[in-house]
């Protein structure tokens, strides 16, 4: 089982749609998540950090966690065509001792104009 | 705040021969950086965590002799790729923590990245 999952897509929505992001991962103990985007041939930007359960709004992102199901998503409203791009998931755990961000592979959005 | 740089954005060259790419935090400071590694379609890979004033810890696989990682400052790491050959043609990315921000939050910020070809 990978440490960090997510669905690779593309996702596909059109603009104007709300695009959901889904993420899972294993290590319980996990305490930082984040939420990065990626642009084809840049490097990532942070959007979005979370560390307690429940939402977190900002502008048109709200990212949810659920410690309990190891789960957490992004969802971005009012997709626009410029919103697309790679979305990685990060999560922050212990790793031989020390900590350790992982990250997920990325799921492809394609907002459609 | 939490600007990262990297320098060159772009470089080609022979194969043989070796290239430094520079990681700078411009303003804060990051005991840690870290170096990954994205070759087209593909996701993120972590080739090492860099610690200032001590030795760089390399994920496996990597080979730390020829990925020499120099971390000498609080805003200063360098990655140098020494005799580069084709296969080593990738994207380099590396990332830095905030120092303020403490560990229990762990945010990287990453630089533009640095492409690099060897012929």
């Known amino acids: 089982q990978k440490e960090v999952e997510q669905n690779s897509g593309p996702l596909s929505v059109p603009e104007g749609a709300i695009a959901s992001l889904n993420c899972t991962y294993s290590d319980r103990v996990s305490q930082s998540f984040f939420w990065y985007r990626q642009y084809s041939g840049k490097s990532p930007e942070l959007i979005m950090s979370?560390?307690?359960?429940g939402d977190k709004e900002d502008g048109r992102f709200t990212a949810q966690l659920n410690k309990a199901s190891q789960y957490v998503s992004l969802l971005i409203r009012d997709s626009q065509p410029s919103d697309s791009a790679t979305y990685l998931c990060?999560?922050?755990?212990?790793?031989?001792?020390?900590?350790?961000?992982?990250f997920g592979t990325g799921t492809k959005l394609q907002v459609i104009p | 705040g939490a600007v990262v740089s990297q320098h060159p954005s772009r470089v080609i060259c022979k194969s043989g021969t070796s290239v430094k790419i520079e990681c700078r935090s411009l303003?804060?400071?990051?005991?840690?950086m870290f170096w990954y590694r994205q070759f087209p379609k593909q996701s993120l890979m972590l080739m090492a965590t860099s610690n200032e004033g001590s030795k760089a810890t390399y994920e496996q696989g990597v080979e730390k002799d020829k990925f020499l990682i120099n971390h000498a400052s609080l805003t200063l790491s360098t990655l140098t790729v020494t005799s580069a050959h084709p296969e080593d043609s990738s994207f380099y990315i590396c990332s830095a923590r905030d120092l303020q921000r403490g560990s229990s939050y762990n945010e990287q910020f990453f630089g533009p990245g640095t492409r690099l070809t060897v012929l």
């Open positions: 990060a999560v922050n755990g212990n790793s031989g001792g020390y900590q350790k961000v992982t």
């Open positions: 303003d804060f400071q990051a005991t840690t």
């Open positions: 979370i560390y307690s359960n």
